[in-house]
């Protein structure tokens, strides 16, 4: 089984930026690669970014320009860089690892956005 922990969540003004970090253990092995989703109270969890079967990254557009993704396989991390923070961007955001052609989540990390 994998396991992933998120963290890096708080309270930043618009404008602001934020790290976000995943941490895989067990089996690291069969961990095809990494991918970060986000979610609103009563909304369906959306695409954020992820990196492809070549190592590859991809980006909604939503995000487009603010979003930097890194995956790091040796350390069974990776991170998201977020810029120019909005208030629509207040979700709490999943890491996601792809495990044998299916996927295991982690438990999210809220971010909010305030004056």
């Known amino acids: 089984q994998v396991h992933l922990v998120e963290s890096g969540g708080g309270l930043v003004q618009p404008g602001g930026s934020l790290r976000l970090s995943c941490t895989a253990t067990?089996?690291?092995?069969?961990?095809?690669?990494f991918g970060w989703y986000r979610q609103a109270p009563g909304k369906m969890r959306q695409f954020v970014a992820l990196?492809?079967?070549?190592?590859?990254?991809n980006h909604d557009t939503s995000v487009m320009g603010r979003v930097t993704m890194d995956s790091d396989r040796a350390k069974d991390t990776s991170s998201l860089q977020v810029n120019n923070l909005k208030s629509d961007d207040r979700d709490i955001y999943y890491c996601?690892?792809?495990?044998?052609?299916?996927?295991?989540w982690g438990q999210g990390t809220q971010v909010t956005v305030s004056a």
């Open positions: 996601k690892a792809g495990v044998n052609e299916k996927f295991t």
């Open positions: 990196t492809l079967t070549d190592g590859r990254t």
């Open positions: 067990g089996d690291i092995s069969a961990i095809a690669n």
